[in-house]
């Protein structure tokens, strides 16, 4: 430390990343602060997450509503394994109408949008059997592990090319390594606004 402070920080470079409503209050970061560079969120769901809660000023709606003031560059990791759901006691942890892909299809700025096949909501975490919070969401037939190392992947090429300006990272996104990922059938990727061309 320094003065007080980290060395080798650079504030100028601030990338934001969250998982669930993690992934909306770091997309509503961007909306309204200056400050961030870029956003990865992870299976951002736009509703408040409780049902006796609505939508509201205190939890304000970031997709359609706020889209149009997300400007820097954003990569959206979901899963749609959770997007419905039926039967008794069953939630939909990530539904059709608040999941990543509403964030995808309201970009107006770079954006790459990865689904990975077969997650589900909780597969993201470090531990998806974390108890009767996670039981609540159906179960994906992917393999948590390897959900993991993807996601940490693109989430370290994505702010490599988008904070550092390393133009070698978007092979990683855009080049054989996503394209074996998708021929593997492992996830499904688009570029958007241009994101391909150059985030």
């Known amino acids: 430390a320094v003065d007080g ?3 080798g920080v ?9 998982h669930s409503l993690g992934g909306k209050i770091s997309l509503l970061t ?28 205190n939890y304000p709606s970031v997709t ?5 003031r997300v400007t820097v560059p954003i990569a959206l990791i979901g899963e749609t394994t959770n997007a419905t759901c039926s039967g008794f006691a069953c939630q939909a ?3 059709a109408a608040d999941n990543f ?4 299809s309201h970009a107006m700025g770079a954006a790459v949008e990865i689904e990975v096949v077969g997650a589900n909501h909780m597969s993201f975490l470090d531990d998806p059997k974390c108890g009767f919070a996670c039981s609540v969401c159906a179960a994906g ?28 990272a978007r092979e990683w996104l855009v080049g054989a390594p996503m394209a074996a990922d998708i021929t593997a059938g492992a996830v499904k990727a ?10």
């Not at 359609?64 to 149009?68: A, D, Q, S, T, V």
Request: charged share 20%; with cysteine.
């Open 5 to 7: 402070g980290l060395t």
């Open 10 to 18: 650079d504030a100028t470079k601030l990338g934001l990343a969250g």
């Open 30 to 57: 961007a909306a309204t602060d200056p400050r961030p560079r870029s956003v990865f969120a992870i299976d951002p769901v736009d509703a408040t997450g409780s049902p006796i809660q609505s939508i509201n000023e």
């Open 64 to 68: 359609p509503e706020l889209m149009g």
């Open 93 to 95: 942890c990530a539904p």
């Open 101 to 104: 892909h509403q964030y995808a």
């Open 141 to 168: 037939s992917d393999t948590p592990s390897e959900t993991h190392r993807r996601t940490r992947r693109y989430l370290a090429a994505f702010f490599e090319l988008t904070l550092r300006g390393d133009s070698s």
């Open 190 to 199: 688009s570029g958007l606004n241009g994101f391909w061309a150059g985030a």
